[in-house]
């Protein structure tokens, strides 16, 4: 892979781009993409920058820039790296208008694998595919009924709709670029949310899920014709308008479902039994992979990286992880490579 030619096409394909009628006021910013031993930025090769990490929008030198890992997530697919990196940009302007409505990663991972949650959130999973393909007001209620019954269960449900929010609404602007390029790969790619979406694991992953069922869900009001504030106080869900109520329905209890939680829960119950040499390091995490981590019973597993800070050190870990926490969950004891 040649970097900068890479950097060059894509950057060509994104100027391209009409940014105003994804949303207006969005607009291009500048981006990275890197590698374990470089990274390209305005069409010039760098010697990598330890600050680069995963795929997101980060403040850097001064401007708020968007950053792609090109070893770990390479895209063979000219368009669809491009609608990826409007994703990530999507993030930079949300930092630019200083958006206040950003997740509690740590507390919505903690969502407890409760079966009546995850039976909800796969019937709003199957409402939401069914409003793709055939737009409704009545789809739209019975969305609302789903919800509000969620939220009563969990107020921590508001930190998934947060992130739906955040992570929906950008890869809807992905999306819709996509769409710009090609009509029939935004086609493929939207019925490929669709398909995650009607998989009974993605259930159990609300942050993994928020992207594909906040795309849909900002699909879904678009068809409606209704306008939606994407800069608020209040998550997209709890903008919609009091007009629409709620209607309730009788659904089947999936019992995939209910047989994949409890594998979830024991396979998770295995792996904290194991011996771990546990390395006492009292801190906070300051950085981390949502995408690739999970909390149980007041355990983080990582897989992607994890960054901790004890008011004197930062630690920046890269390998398999298994950190400690207080009851809390907000302080780590400790932490262990997973082999």
């Known amino acids: 892979m040649e970097l900068k030619k890479l950097y060059s096409t894509i950057h060509q394909k994104l100027n391209q781009l009409d940014f105003t009628k994804l949303y207006n006021g969005f607009k291009k910013y500048d981006f990275i993409l890197y590698t374990s031993k470089e990274y390209c930025f305005c069409n010039e090769i760098y010697v990598h920058d330890a600050e680069f990490y995963g795929n997101t929008a980060i403040e850097w030198n001064g401007k708020i820039v968007a950053i792609w890992n090109v070893e770990a997530d390479y895209i063979e697919d000219e368009d669809v790296f491009a609608a990826n990196l409007v994703h990530e940009m999507y993030h930079c302007y949300q930092l630019e208008q200083e958006e206040k409505r950003f997740p509690k990663d740590l507390l919505l991972l903690s969502i407890p694998l409760e079966e009546k949650l995850c039976q909800l959130r796969y019937q709003d999973s199957r409402l939401l595919v069914e409003g793709y393909f055939n737009p409704s007001i009545d789809i739209l209620r019975r969305i609302c009924f789903i919800r509000n019954e969620m939220l009563e269960i969990s107020s921590s449900i508001e930190e998934e709709l947060k992130s739906e929010t955040i992570e929906g609404a950008a890869e809807y602007m992905g999306v819709l670029a996509l769409k710009q390029w090609s009509s029939s790969k935004y086609k493929i790619r939207m019925e490929k949310y669709?398909?995650?979406?009607?998989?009974?694991?993605?259930?159990?992953?609300?942050?993994?899920?928020?992207?594909?069922s906040g795309c849909l869900f900002l699909h879904l009001l678009k068809e409606l014709s209704f306008s939606f504030p994407l800069f608020s106080e209040v998550t997209i869900y709890a903008s919609l308008?009091?007009?629409?109520?709620?209607?309730?329905?009788?659904?089947?209890?999936?019992?995939?479902?209910?047989?994949?939680?409890?594998?979830?829960?024991?396979?998770?119950?295995?792996?904290?039994?194991?011996?771990?040499?546990?390395?006492?390091?009292?801190?906070?995490?300051?950085?981390?992979?949502?995408?690739?981590?999970?909390?149980?019973?007041?355990?983080?597993?990582?897989?992607?990286?994890?960054?901790?800070?004890?008011?004197?050190?930062?630690?920046?870990?890269?390998?398999?992880?298994?950190l400690k926490l207080e009851a809390s969950f907000d302080l780590v004891l400790g932490y262990s490579f997973i082999k």
């Open 194 to 212: 669709c398909s995650i979406l009607n998989l009974v694991d993605i259930q159990l992953n609300p942050r993994r899920r928020s992207y594909y």
């Open 241 to 322: 308008p009091q007009t629409i109520r709620p209607k309730s329905f009788t659904y089947q209890r999936n019992d995939k479902l209910i047989d994949l939680i409890l594998e979830q829960e024991q396979n998770l119950q295995k792996m904290i039994e194991k011996p771990y040499d546990f390395v006492s390091f009292p801190s906070r995490i300051v950085g981390y992979d949502p995408m690739n981590m999970i909390y149980y019973k007041t355990y983080f597993i990582s897989k992607g990286f994890i960054r901790l800070d004890n008011g004197l050190e930062t630690k920046t870990i890269q390998k398999p992880v298994i």
